[in-house]
Nanobody, 123 residues
Framework: VQLQASGGGLVQAGGSLRLSCAASGRTFRRSVMAWFRQAPGKEREFVAAISWSGGRTYGSDSVKGRFTISRDNAKNTVYLQMNSLKPEDTAVYYC?????????????????WGQGTQVTVSS
């Protein structure tokens, strides 16, 4: 699976962005997908994950109620809708995929990674 993330940019606090992650490869539809982020000087952290069917989603406490992960298997794409953005959401956002059956929130469980897209939220 090859992943290409896009949709990042500069936005004011309170604004919204939608990230997309386009995947190639026949195994996408059976892959658990997730978004992670990494801010300067910090470790990569889990943001949200979604099961292969889209029926189950998970989000970190810091983004619950503000971010929504979804996927369109017909388009081989996973999305991260980010609303009510805060300056502390500023980071490089990465999409990731794993063929594991269970949804994971641990970065080491993911086999494939996109190149990252920068999200900057100004105050």
């Amino acid at each position: 699976v090859q992943l290409q993330a896009s949709g990042g940019g500069l936005v004011q606090a309170g604004g919204s962005l939608r990230l997309s992650c386009a995947a190639s490869g026949r195994t996408f539809r059976r892959s658990v997908m997730a978004w992670f982020r990494q801010a300067p000087g910090k470790e990569r952290e889990f943001v949200a994950a979604i099961s292969w069917s889209g029926g189950r989603t998970y989000g970190s406490d810091s983004v619950k109620g503000r971010f929504t992960i979804s996927r369109d298997n017909a388009k081989n794409t996973v999305y991260l809708q980010m609303n009510s953005l805060k300056p502390e959401d500023t980071a490089v956002y990465y999409c990731a995929a794993t063929s594991a059956v269970a949804v994971s929130t641990t970065s080491s469980d993911f086999d494939y990674w996109g190149q990252g897209t920068q999200v900057t939220v100004s105050s």
